[in-house]
């Protein structure tokens, strides 16, 4: 599980992609073909240019050095520099977890992006329309939505789970703001003891200076979004980075990084705050649903 510094900053993979993306647009910006930024930085072959552009390879420290006085951007070697070597010793936690089974490793790519966009994120927004957020579950809630849900993954999301949780403690946890959706309070899952504790702990959450929780009333008719998903904001050492929207669909963990489509999720996003009642609300709502459970 992760803890101390790799609670903090971007990720390998995060950093890579934003990195690739800031110097494809350096070499268009020189008019460079990939092979031309290749031998001017004295690589043979457009392969590994064409590779750290699209985050195949991670980028290091001695790709920088190359890449940058090539592209006549040596004052920036630093910098770059500096944010490799710090993704590398957050490291990704995870990877240890799955499955190492080659064909397997590849229907996970998803959850892999997914899971590193959210141990980057410095703010997560979460809308959960039919179960209490992966965040904010208890281990037993946890493993009775999974095998009515996913009994294959069962036992994946569930190893997954505390190193997931972690990024909510530490001495600079991740703010993370949460619309639930009414009809999870009263969609019993494991029984009423395993529900109650579950309530009792989204509660004791709630009151956390890093924690705000609403709840979406069934009165306030159709939610503004028909699923749940994550919205993401990434470090500030990621100069530009607009972010990530992330949600999981039947087959696959989905991931949405262009401007214009997070445009419409934070749209998504702010109508749900609006349809949802106070944060100070939360606690009535909760204490409601443990009192109408049936033992």
Request: aromatic residues 6%; charged residues 25%.
């Amino acid at each position: 599980m992760p803890e101390g510094d790799a609670l903090l900053g971007a990720t390998p993979l995060v950093t890579t992609k934003w990195m690739g993306e800031h110097i494809t647009n350096m070499r268009v910006q020189r008019g460079f073909s990939r092979e031309q930024l290749a031998a001017r930085a004295g690589w043979s072959g457009k392969s590994l240019v064409g590779h750290l552009e699209a985050a195949v390879r991670l980028f290091n420290t001695d790709h920088v050095a190359a890449l940058l006085p090539a592209l006549g951007r040596s004052e920036h070697v630093a910098h770059y520099q500096r944010l490799v070597t710090e993704a590398a010793a957050k490291g990704e936690w995870w990877r240890e977890l799955l499955p190492k089974e080659k064909d397997t490793r590849k229907r996970l790519r998803g959850l892999e992006l997914f899971l590193s966009f959210e141990a980057s994120a410095i703010t997560i927004r979460h809308y959960a329309s039919y179960a209490v957020p992966e965040l904010l579950r208890t281990p037993p809630y946890t493993d009775a939505v999974l095998r009515a849900t996913e009994p294959s993954w069962a036992e994946l999301r569930c190893a997954l789970q505390p190193g997931r949780q972690a990024i909510l403690g530490g001495t600079e946890p991740t703010e993370i703001q949460v619309v639930l959706d009414e009809h999870v309070l009263r969609r019993v899952a494991g029984g009423a003891e395993v529900m109650r504790a579950q309530l009792a702990h989204l509660a004791e959450h709630a009151v956390r200076p890093n924690v705000t929780l609403q709840i979406l009333p069934t009165e306030a008719g159709i939610p503004a979004a028909e699923g749940g998903f994550s919205l993401m904001d990434m470090p500030a050492e990621l100069d530009g980075h607009p972010g990530a929207a992330c949600l999981e669909s039947a087959v696959d963990w989905l991931c949405y990084e262009r401007p214009d489509e997070l445009r419409q999720f934070r749209r998504y996003w702010e109508r749900l705050r609006e349809q949802a009642l106070p944060p100070e609300r939360t606690p009535e709502l909760l204490q409601r649903a443990a009192r109408e459970l049936v033992a």
